[in-house]
């Protein structure tokens, strides 16, 4: 049973940058395909960008691709995703989601589920 745990998410304002991190334990971390979701408020949840086990493949959402990066450290069982350019519409509880074979980043299927962490940006 893999536990997932998300930090670093806060309020910042328009242009700011932000790092989330999503620590991982219980399971084989480095089988695992990783990604990260978002619920924005009266939002469905969204798939924002994730990475394959061997950390190729890389997925963005078209709504952060070019601001958000996706970065993976199997020695550390942690991923990370660095946020820049940060806009009031990327403003959701930001969710860590790991998979052994899913089949796409917005379908998966995924098998574990962090608690979230919040992220704000002000105007």
């Known amino acids: 049973q893999m536990q997932l745990v998300e930090s670093g998410g806060g309020l910042v304002q328009t242009g700011a940058s932000l790092t989330l991190s999503c620590a991982a334990s219980g399971g084989s971390f480095s089988n695992y395909t990783m990604s990260w979701f978002r619920r924005g408020p009266g939002k469905d949840r969204e798939a924002v960008a994730g990475l394959y086990r061997n950390g190729q493949r890389a997925y963005y959402a078209d709504s952060v691709r070019g601001r958000f990066f996706v970065s993976r450290d199997d020695a550390r069982n942690a991923v990370t995703l660095q946020m820049n350019k940060l806009k009031p519409e990327d403003t959701a509880v930001y969710l860590c989601?790991?998979?052994?074979?899913?089949?796409?980043?917005?379908?998966?299927?995924?098998?574990?589920w962090g608690q979230g962490t919040q992220v704000t940006v002000s105007s």
């Open positions: 989601a790991a998979g052994r074979n899913p089949t796409s980043y917005v379908t998966g299927p995924w098998d574990y």
